[in-house]
């Protein structure tokens, strides 16, 4: 069984997308690993860093984007017409084992799923709220969970802000990676979504484990960033905190322009060797979690 995992900030702006789409090419690449990244975004920027516009247009043409999938989930359609194995588009940038459920620029927003919800519930307080937690809960672990035995990772990229699409998600997943850059208002969104996890874990909808926090677009140290590296490691724990930072690096903004992630296109970048190194944390990490024997430990930093 693959292990769902979650790259959230309530924070946009932060490296979600360039750290998953890293990630998930590393894990692939380097170690073997099947890995399907599912693009939950409207702004679709995972989807758009591994294919070029073009591509994406045609997918959205034939109906092969989540969007299809969410619109099966939402309207509980007993024989529906797509599975998700004929939507994921596979072996990206030509690596085998790396996969991708498209995004969509015309995914749900919360205010049509809420008028849906509304007329499920018969305009009924408490059945609308009854509803609108049963979508919380089911939305995405209904496409998710099938899909998880065909991967060692499913892993997932947000937009930003508290959405029932990011709540859907994080309550589908196993654990969790914080993209965080070292400056107060990326604090700010660690603390919304902690308390959005509180509240899950209270309520026992969820038993997500957070993975860490990694530092990204880390520049030269200031006065500032050690303030927030202080604060988190005051609220986390020393250990929250990845070792590997992701610096600032021209080459991960160029890599866009190829549709392939930095990792791929300029692999001796400064970039690209912090991303593999943080791959290799997270390896351990989750190998820490799930309890692997003798899991090797992350490799110094060169």
Not at 68 to 84: G, I, Y
Not at 168 to 175: C, E, F, M, R
Not at 242 to 262: E, H, L, Q, S
Request: glycine letters at 6%; one cysteine or more; hydrophobic letters at 40%.
């Amino acid at each position: 069984m693959g292990s769902i995992v979650a790259f959230v900030n309530m924070k946009g702006g932060v490296g979600k997308t360039t750290t998953t789409i890293n990630l998930a090419a590393c894990l692939a690449k380097d170690y073997n690993k099947r890995v399907l990244i599912v693009d939950l975004d409207s702004q679709i920027n995972a989807t758009l860093s591994l294919m070029s516009p073009v591509q994406f247009a045609k997918l959205k043409k034939d109906h092969k984007t989540l969007r299809n999938l969410v619109k099966q989930s939402v309207s509980k359609q007993t024989k529906p017409r797509w599975a998700p194995t004929e939507i994921i588009q596979t072996n990206l940038c030509g690596i085998n084992g790396l996969d991708i459920l498209p995004g969509d620029i015309e995914l749900y927003e919360d205010f049509v799923l809420a008028d849906i919800i509304y007329e499920r519930s018969q305009g009924k307080r408490d059945n609308f709220l009854e509803c609108w937690q049963e979508m919380e809960d089911n939305l995405l672990k209904q496409i998710l969970r099938p899909l998880a035995p065909m991967y060692d990772f499913v892993l997932l990229d947000f937009s930003p802000g508290d959405h029932l699409m990011t709540r859907s998600g994080i309550l589908a997943s196993d654990y969790y990676v914080i993209p965080a850059k070292p400056e107060p208002l990326s604090v700010v969104g660690i603390g919304i979504l902690q308390g959005r996890i509180k509240q899950f874990k209270d309520n026992q909808r969820s038993t997500i484990e957070l993975l860490g926090i990694t530092f990204t677009s880390l520049g030269r140290t200031t006065k500032m960033a050690g303030q927030v590296q202080e604060r988190l490691e005051r609220d986390f724990g020393k250990t929250s905190l990845f070792r590997t930072a992701i610096p600032i690096n021209v080459a991960i903004a160029r890599a866009v322009d190829f549709y392939k992630p930095v990792v791929l296109t300029e692999p001796k970048s400064t970039g690209a060797k912090a991303y593999k190194r943080l791959a290799n944390e997270f390896l351990y990490r989750w190998q820490q979690h799930i309890k692997v024997p003798d899991s090797p430990k992350p490799e110094a930093e060169s």
